[in-house]
């Protein structure tokens, strides 16, 4: 089976559209419908559907697909472990986070690259978003997951998705038995606490900016400098936060309720520019398919970056 003709079914039927896969693969129409064509003679069944917009694929075509995304993913990890038995390529991939209790799939995201390219370490720093950008460009890390957006000349970012924030409070606080959604007006007297991190700006500056853009002023913010302190202090019934949903709490003594307003903290995903090692390649499918087994819809930039190849990966 022609890989080439694998990758282009999975772009087009990642865009449901022939004209955008042919701009995402650098081509032009025509032969790309060509191709596609090619594909479903040798398979011997229909995989689109051409008369819908956006294009849809048929019964065949989303098994193909299945089957398709499988082939190409541990094509991508064959050709990594090979490269790197005749080069010098890194044997470690370095990622850098903001506190990992914060990201409630992170382990499941190393645990998948981990089996995708098991000869790969992966090795985990905690740092803030700018510090992520510093360390992306001075090759201290390989690729950073952070919680705000921040334009930073040479490295690439892409928001995975946006996750709604919930309230984190005592277990014995008046607004942990309430049933219905905790508006952001009714914490303006409660003692709210803040995880912050130099250099700023950082998590907390979004979350404040919640309460600023509402005109609601907070009459006792309690800033701390390590995520635990927020977490003993919240347990300890000091006060309260706002946190995204995913992240972990291990103590009973802390319950989440939701807000309101609808309020989310993006999930961005950024590395160099320039990187286009197999490393990256897989954590895009990675991330694409752990997206996936939640519900999420992938961003167009991480899908078209995952379908597609490299020059040497063409063939």
Known sequence: ?????????????????????????RMAQPPLSQRIQELEAKVGSILINRDSRPLTLTPAGRLFFDHAMQVLQKTDAMMASM??????????????????????????????????????????????????????????????????QIVAEGVQRIVLREEPMVVALPYDHPFASMEEAIPLEALR???????????RPSLADHMLA??????????????????????????????????????????????????????????????????????????????????GEHSHVAPVALEARLVSSPQSYSE
């Open 1 to 25: 089976m022609d890989l080439k003709r694998l990758r282009y079914f999975v772009t087009v039927a990642h865009f449901g559209s022939f004209t955008r896969a042919a701009e995402a693969l």
């Open 83 to 148: 490269r790197r038995l005749s080069s010098e390529e890194r044997r470690t991939l370095t990622l850098g986070v903001v506190p990992a209790n914060f990201h409630g799939n992170i382990a499941g995201v190393i645990r998948e690259f981990r089996r995708a390219l098991p000869e790969v370490g992966v090795r985990i720093l905690e740092m803030n978003s700018i510090e992520q950008s510093d360390a992306l460009r001075q090759g201290r890390i390989d690729a950073g997951i952070s919680r705000i």
């Open 189 to 199: 007297n409660e003692p709210f606490i803040v995880y912050t991190s130099d250099p």
């Open 210 to 291: 919640q309460f600023t853009e509402r005109d609601i002023a907070l009459s006792n913010v309690i800033e701390v400098r390590q995520y635990d302190t927020a977490l003993i202090l919240i347990a300890a019934g000091s006060g309260l936060s706002i946190v995204p949903a995913s992240a972990h709490f291990t103590s009973t003594s802390v319950v989440h309720r939701p807000l309101l307003e609808h309020i989310t903290s993006p999930i961005v995903f950024c590395h160099r520019d320039d990187d286009n090692s197999p490393e990256l390649r897989v954590l895009y499918s990675v991330f694409s398919h752990m997206l």
